[in-house]
């Protein structure tokens, strides 16, 4: 696949099924699949709704640490999934992410509240334009809510999808369009570049590491597991 048909199919992804941001993002940069080519079959629409809207209810709560966020959403992922959130994954992808995000405001690429502004006012157009949109909005319905809205609560949930995008962008100028490939040398083209993304997150995360943000993140995280523990007993 082109990286331009890369490109499309993430902004898909993000202003189709952007579900579980904190778990799901990671994935979302490092690969191409959307609803349509079937990845999201086992959700229904009313499922990704419903936990949208209770992660932008979590989020948009005034002195809310979007960590807390971080632990309920991969919890309500994993029921869906039928999976198990171990303690351990999520602090390993809670990790990630935070040090994507740190190298993005390291380096000047972090993107500005304008930014931010614009990709919503974008978003929420493209959603309107969209062949589900209807469903979304049936869905949202029950809550005494618009789709529109939820998205609106979940804008600090974008605002790391589209940081994230910013690093994983910078990550693709050396590895642009190599012009008309074979299917079978774009699968392994494909590959190849996951690889590299994979090695080039986990370079990040080994530098963050070794950074006072990453000594206060560990002070921080038993007191936010503590209170969604005992909150969700």
């Keep these: 696949m082109h990286i331009n048909q890369r490109k499309r199919k993430l902004l898909a992804l993000m202003i189709i099924v952007s579900i579980a941001i904190f778990v799901i993002v990671l994935w979302a940069v490092a690969n191409t699949s959307n609803r349509s080519n079937g990845e999201n079959d086992s959700m229904s629409i009313e499922e990704i709704v419903r936990i949208q809207k209770k992660q932008g209810d979590i989020l948009s709560k005034k002195g809310q640490n979007y960590l807390y966020a971080h632990f309920a959403i991969q919890e309500e992922y994993a029921k869906v999934r039928d999976i ?3 303690d351990g994954h999520m602090t390993k992808d809670l990790v990630q992410l935070e040090a ?3 190298y993005a405001k390291k380096n000047g690429i972090e993107p500005s509240d304008k930014d931010i ?4 006012s974008k978003l929420l157009k493209d959603v309107k334009d969209s062949k589900e949109y209807d469903e979304f909005q049936k869905a949202a319905k029950k809550y005494g809510t618009t789709y529109e809205q939820i998205l609106m609560n979940n804008i600090e949930a974008y605002r790391i999808t589209q940081t994230i995008e910013s690093v994983y962008e910078q990550f693709l ?3 642009r369009d190599a012009g008309k490939l074979t299917e079978e040398e774009r699968e392994k083209r494909d590959k190849m570049i996951k690889e590299e993304w994979d090695k ?3 370079k990040i995360v080994a530098q963050y590491k070794l950074s006072d943000n990453y000594k206060s993140l560990r002070n921080t995280l038993p007191r ?3 209170k969604y523990k005992k909150e969700n007993e």
């Design 84 to 86: 198990k959130a171990t």
């Design 100 to 102: 994507l995000f740190w």
């Design 117 to 120: 502004e614009r990709y919503m």
């Design 173 to 175: 100028t050396g590895h």
């Design 200 to 202: 080039y997150v986990k």
């Design 224 to 226: 936010i597991k503590e």
